[in-house]
């Protein structure tokens, strides 16, 4: 029974490990999407986003100047993204979620390894049991053969006089 109540326990902890994961990742996508619109923002207050922005404006008269602007702005929000992406990549988040993702990987291993011992154990008992009770049955059989054995042969003899 202790070796259950260890499995269950083992079980257990590799449930609230990857619990902890989970949670842990859902803050990453946060931080994410914050540092995005931390981003976004940051571009749309730069230069090149105004004067994309005022010169879309006049993009009815002049077309190709616009389209200038445009290339402009998309370069800048590139740079931008990059820079975010690489604070975000050594962030606590990431940092805390790699390490619960690993915790977790190893109780689930820990849980699963437990499990297969237990069920070796309990398997290797119950054909010890079972050859047991053949042997005993076994046993018992030859023995009442035996005696049948031996009774007929009393009976043959006492007929025979």
């Given at each position: 029974m202790a070796s259950t109540r260890k499995t269950k326990k083992q079980v257990k902890e590799a449930r609230k490990?990857?619990?902890k994961a989970a949670d842990?990742?859902?803050k990453v996508g946060r931080k994410a999407v914050q540092t995005a619109t931390k981003t976004a923002r940051?571009?749309?207050?730069t230069r090149?986003?105004?004067?994309?922005k005022k010169q879309a404006k006049a993009a009815s008269k002049a077309v190709g100047v616009a389209v200038d602007a445009g290339v402009e702005l998309v370069k800048t929000a590139a740079g931008a993204a990059r820079k975010?992406?690489?604070g975000l990549a050594g962030s606590?988040?990431?940092k805390r979620a790699s390490k619960n993702v690993s915790k977790a990987a190893g109780a689930s291993r820990a849980a699963a390894k437990a499990t297969t011992k237990t069920a070796r154990k309990q398997s290797a008992a119950a054909v010890?049991?079972?050859r047991a009770r053949s042997a005993a049955a076994a046993k018992k059989s030859s023995?009442?053969?035996?005696?049948?054995?031996?009774?007929?042969?009393?009976?043959a003899k006492k007929v025979s006089r």
């Open positions: 490990q990857i619990g842990s990742l859902g940051e571009v749309a207050k090149d986003a105004k004067t994309a975010s992406a690489k606590k988040e990431v010890k049991q079972a023995a009442a053969a035996k005696k049948a054995q031996s009774k007929a042969k009393s009976t």
